[in-house]
């Protein structure tokens, strides 16, 4: 497996009159070929604000201040936001999937048209090659019927088909990589359970590999290989998917697992983090996190924000400098 | 309590709910939207019941009804051993106060223009619970500090409030009027997870520490936030109940298909877990309510549907001991 992606030390921030947001402000991954990763954090920890960063999909206010983005041996933030080369990855090869499938299609085209633009526009086909193919994407994701369906309106559609539609239009062209941002939020369960298998089989039917933004523990639990945890613009830890929810070290993580029911355990009380998450816009130079943290110590607060360090456990590392006792989680 | 027959707070018989669709300028009515259609439950003082259902499935429609914002088309709600079901618009005072809701979104359910303190003791005022202004103020600073407020905070506004503070408002003023149910629509799910588990576990408090053992109808579409709170859990599908048991059971014994999908759809937070469950999805999606199919509403998404099952609605029955099952190969 070789690295396909790789961001490093990525910042972006966004000026307001409140002042600086530090959206997202230092974050480093990567991502192999065919791997599955997931990005896990809740609302205004920063995990789409990274995703867009890397299509250099911010626009203003906000701006990238730092960092790069290897992919296939070129930094995509030394190109131009509208260049060429920009638009040629954007859809081509890394496509992305939106939360909401109602307000991510343009309700004045057909579905056909939406899903052959990109087709003629990164791999050159004619029009009625790209038709075809589209047809034949639509099939792919499990639509009745494509041939009828193709010139219809995104309004004809229910929620559940507009996300299979989005899912054939990121990977229409073949794309190396697909970022699905919330993929599944705003639908029912059993159609995202539906969706979820859908999109990870076309992931591995096309080779791609997957990035995963969301803030269901039990949707990375089941899809991803490794996994980092976001908090307040950072990565506060990182790991393989079985070592994180196994013996996770952050207090944060620790924390979010134990405060969601989980349907296979008897009803125990739950422990939630106490305390709101920061405002990014006056974050303190201590770790973010110390305010709410249960295990803080005397250096917590008199040293400044930790770095990342690794600790026992493959690849698994932590924002912190405490050694929380090692309990299981199952065991909490 | 005295009698037995006092014990159930709230009883639901053959409850419908049918919303006309009307086209034209003489508003001709074109069809029905059955969004509730023939549902039956009884709720004993202090107890949870949990409904669970996709979106459309009608859940939010039972809670209205009950809560008698909507005017239900068909059915008796018992409250208190009376039919409140009829009763005309201007006697729903005296009950309004006895069944408060709790909303989903607390961005939109707070007026902007009041301030936090004044949402909180509106209730008390237009039922006139309180004789004296120091009284009102004493009051809303106690429930500030019920739900975990600083009771300074009473003359802020609810855009100075965050998502799950601006919910613990929601939750005062619902007990402001010291009600007997308290209807729960969706109270967690606009809120992010660290702050989900604050709100849980403050209604849950609310119903062991107080004296007055309030009853929860919890409708929500997470079945484990459902499972967490609930004593019993209803499972809807289209406008029916199709399982009605208790969470224990519901978790380990699901007998109706769709109990099954939807318990296996949810995932768990453990890699581990996962790799070892059975995934049983359904194919389609949920039929429109407004043309609902025949006999059993899942049947052309069952995985064990015989002909028999498009012909015949199945009615929910008893299986095992508080085991309620709406399916016919069961």
Same mark, same amino acid.
């Given at each position: 497996?070789?690295?396909?992606?790789?961001?490093?030390?990525?910042?972006?921030?966004?000026?307001?009159?409140?002042?600086?947001?530090?959206?997202?402000?230092?974050?480093?991954?990567?991502?192999?070929?065919?791997? $599955?990763?997931?990005?896990?954090?809740?609302?205004?920890?920063?995990?789409?604000? =990274?995703?867009?960063? $890397?299509?250099?999909? +911010?626009?203003?206010?906000?701006? +990238?201040?730092?960092?790069?983005?290897?992919?296939?041996?070129?930094?995509?933030?030394?190109?131009?936001?509208?260049?060429?080369?920009?638009?040629?990855?954007?859809?081509?090869?890394?496509?992305?999937?939106?939360?909401?499938?109602?307000?991510?299609?343009?309700?004045?085209?057909?579905?056909?048209?939406?899903?052959?633009?990109?087709?003629?526009?990164?791999?050159?086909?004619?029009?009625?090659?790209?038709?075809?193919?589209?047809?034949?994407?639509?099939?792919?994701?499990?639509?009745?019927?494509?041939?009828?369906?193709?010139?219809?309106?995104?309004?004809?559609?229910?929620?559940?088909?507009?996300?299979?539609?989005?899912?054939?239009?990121?990977?229409?062209?073949?794309?190396?990589?697909?970022?699905?941002?919330?993929?599944?939020?705003?639908?029912?369960?059993? =159609?995202?359970?539906?969706?979820?298998?859908?999109?990870?089989?076309?992931?591995?039917?096309?080779?791609?590999?997957? +990035?995963?933004?969301?803030?269901?523990?039990?949707?990375?639990?089941?899809?991803?290989?490794?996994?980092?945890?976001?908090?307040?613009?950072?990565?506060?830890?990182?790991?393989?998917?079985?070592?994180?929810?196994?013996?996770?070290?952050?207090?944060?993580?620790?924390?979010?697992?134990?405060?969601?029911?989980?349907?296979?355990?008897?009803?125990?009380?739950?422990?939630?983090?106490?305390?709101?998450?920061?405002?990014?816009?006056?974050?303190?130079?201590?770790?973010?996190?110390?305010?709410?943290?249960?295990?803080?110590?005397?250096?917590?607060?008199?040293?400044?924000?930790?770095?990342?360090?690794?600790?026992?456990?493959?690849?698994?590392? $932590?924002?912190?400098?405490?050694? $929380?006792?090692?309990?299981?989680?199952?065991?909490? | 309590?005295?009698?037995?027959?006092?014990?159930?707070?709230?009883?639901?018989?053959?409850?419908?709910?049918?919303?006309?669709?009307?086209?034209?300028?003489?508003?001709?009515?074109?069809?029905?939207?059955?969004?509730?259609?023939?549902?039956?439950?009884?709720?004993?003082?202090?107890?949870?019941?949990?409904?669970?259902?996709?979106?459309?499935? #009608?859940?939010?429609?039972?809670?209205?009804?009950?809560?008698?914002?909507?005017?239900?088309?068909?059915?008796?709600?018992?409250?208190?051993?009376?039919?409140?079901?009829?009763?005309?618009?201007?006697?729903?005072?005296?009950?309004?106060?006895?069944?408060?809701?709790?909303?989903?979104?607390?961005?939109?359910?707070?007026?902007?223009?009041?301030?936090? #303190?004044?949402?909180?003791?509106?209730?008390?005022?237009?039922?006139?619970?309180?004789?004296?202004?120091?009284?009102?103020?004493?009051?809303?600073?106690?429930?500030?500090?019920?739900?975990?407020?600083?009771?300074?905070?009473?003359?802020?506004?609810?855009?100075?409030?965050?998502?799950?503070?601006?919910?613990?408002?929601?939750?005062?003023?619902?007990?402001?009027?010291?009600?007997?149910?308290?209807?729960?629509?969706?109270?967690?799910?606009?809120?992010?997870?660290?702050?989900?588990?604050?709100?849980?576990?403050?209604?849950?408090?609310?119903?062991?520490?107080?004296?007055?053992? /309030?009853?929860?109808?919890?409708?929500?579409?997470? /079945?484990?936030?459902?499972?967490?709170?609930?004593?019993?859990?209803?499972?809807?599908?289209? #406008?029916?109940?199709?399982?009605?048991?208790?969470?224990?059971?519901?978790?380990?014994?699901?007998?109706?298909?769709?109990?099954?999908?939807?318990?296996?759809?949810?995932?768990?937070?453990?890699?581990?877990?996962?790799?070892?469950?059975?995934?049983?999805? /359904?194919?389609?999606?949920?039929?429109?309510?407004?043309?609902?199919?025949?006999?059993?509403?899942?049947?052309?998404?069952?995985?064990?549907?015989?002909?028999?099952?498009?012909?015949?609605?199945?009615?929910?029955?008893?299986?095992?001991?508080?085991?309620?099952?709406?399916?016919?190969?069961?």
């Amino acid at each position: 497996m070789g690295r396909l992606l790789e961001v490093k030390n990525l910042r972006t921030q966004f000026k307001t009159f409140d002042g600086i947001v530090k959206a997202v402000d230092g974050v480093s991954f990567y991502l192999d070929e065919k791997e $599955i990763i997931g990005i896990v954090g809740e609302s205004g920890c920063g995990k789409s604000v =990274t995703q867009l960063s $890397i299509m250099q999909l +911010i626009n203003r206010p906000g701006k +990238i201040v730092g960092g790069e983005v290897w992919f296939e041996g070129k930094d995509l933030l030394k190109y131009k936001q509208h260049g060429p080369e920009m638009r040629s990855i954007r859809g081509g090869k890394i496509a992305m999937i939106f939360q909401e499938p109602m307000t991510s299609l343009n309700p004045v085209l057909t579905l056909g048209y939406q899903l052959a633009e990109s087709l003629i526009l990164h791999l050159k086909m004619s029009k009625e090659e790209a038709r075809k193919r589209a047809i034949e994407l639509l099939g792919m994701v499990g639509i009745p019927s494509p041939e009828d369906r193709i010139d219809d309106y995104p309004h004809q559609f229910s929620g559940g088909m507009r996300q299979r539609v989005m899912i054939a239009m990121a990977l229409a062209c073949n794309p190396k990589i697909l970022i699905a941002d919330e993929p599944t939020t705003s639908l029912d369960v059993t =159609t995202q359970a539906q969706l979820l298998e859908l999109m990870v089989d076309m992931v591995h039917k096309f080779n791609s590999s997957l +990035i995963l933004v969301t803030h269901n523990l039990g949707v990375v639990a089941r899809y991803a290989q490794r996994i980092y945890i976001m908090y307040a613009g950072r990565i506060v830890e990182e790991g393989t998917c079985k070592e994180i929810f196994k013996r996770p070290r952050h207090p944060y993580t620790k924390g979010l697992l134990r405060s969601v029911p989980r349907l296979d355990v008897e009803g125990e009380r739950l422990i939630p983090i106490e305390g709101l998450p920061p405002r990014l816009t006056d974050l303190p130079d201590q770790c973010a996190f110390l305010p709410r943290c249960p295990y803080k110590t005397e250096k917590c607060s008199t040293s400044p924000m930790p770095e990342l360090r690794s600790v026992p456990g493959e690849g698994h590392k $932590i924002r912190c400098y405490v050694d $929380i006792p090692e309990v299981d989680y199952a065991t909490v | 309590m005295p009698q037995s027959k006092n014990d159930v707070v709230l009883e639901v018989k053959d409850l419908k709910m049918h919303f006309p669709i009307t086209r034209g300028l003489f508003r001709k009515v074109v069809g029905m939207v059955k969004a509730v259609d023939g549902i039956s439950f009884a709720l004993k003082r202090g107890e949870t019941l949990g409904l669970v259902g996709e979106s459309g499935c #009608g859940k939010t429609t039972v809670g209205r009804c009950i809560s008698r914002l909507y005017q239900p088309t068909s059915g008796e709600i018992y409250f208190k051993g009376k039919n409140i079901a009829d009763v005309p618009e201007k006697e729903l005072k005296p009950l309004r106060r006895n069944i408060s809701m709790i909303f989903q979104d607390p961005y939109s359910s707070l007026d902007p223009r009041q301030n936090a #303190g004044s949402i909180v003791g509106e209730p008390m005022v237009v039922h006139r619970l309180v004789k004296s202004r120091d009284e009102y103020k004493e009051k809303v600073k106690h429930l500030f500090e019920i739900v975990g407020l600083n009771p300074e905070l009473t003359t802020r506004y609810p855009h100075e409030f965050s998502g799950g503070q601006r919910q613990r408002i929601g939750i005062a003023r619902a007990l402001a009027a010291d009600p007997d149910v308290i209807i729960c629509d969706e109270p967690v799910s606009a809120l992010d997870v660290s702050i989900q588990a604050q709100i849980i576990n403050l209604l849950m408090d609310l119903k062991s520490e107080g004296e007055k053992r /309030l009853t929860y109808i919890f409708i929500a579409h997470d /079945l484990s936030v459902v499972k967490h709170i609930s004593d019993r859990i209803a499972v809807m599908y289209l #406008g029916r109940i199709v399982e009605l048991t208790t969470p224990r059971e519901l978790y380990n014994n699901p007998l109706h298909p769709y109990t099954q999908a939807l318990l296996s759809a949810v995932p768990v937070p453990d890699p581990e877990v996962e790799e070892n469950r059975e995934r049983i999805i /359904l194919e389609g999606e949920v039929p429109s309510p407004l043309f609902p199919p025949n006999g059993c509403a899942l049947h052309q998404r069952c995985p064990i549907a015989t002909p028999e099952c498009s012909k015949t609605v199945p009615p929910l029955r008893e299986c095992s001991e508080d085991h309620w099952v709406a399916c016919l190969r069961i």
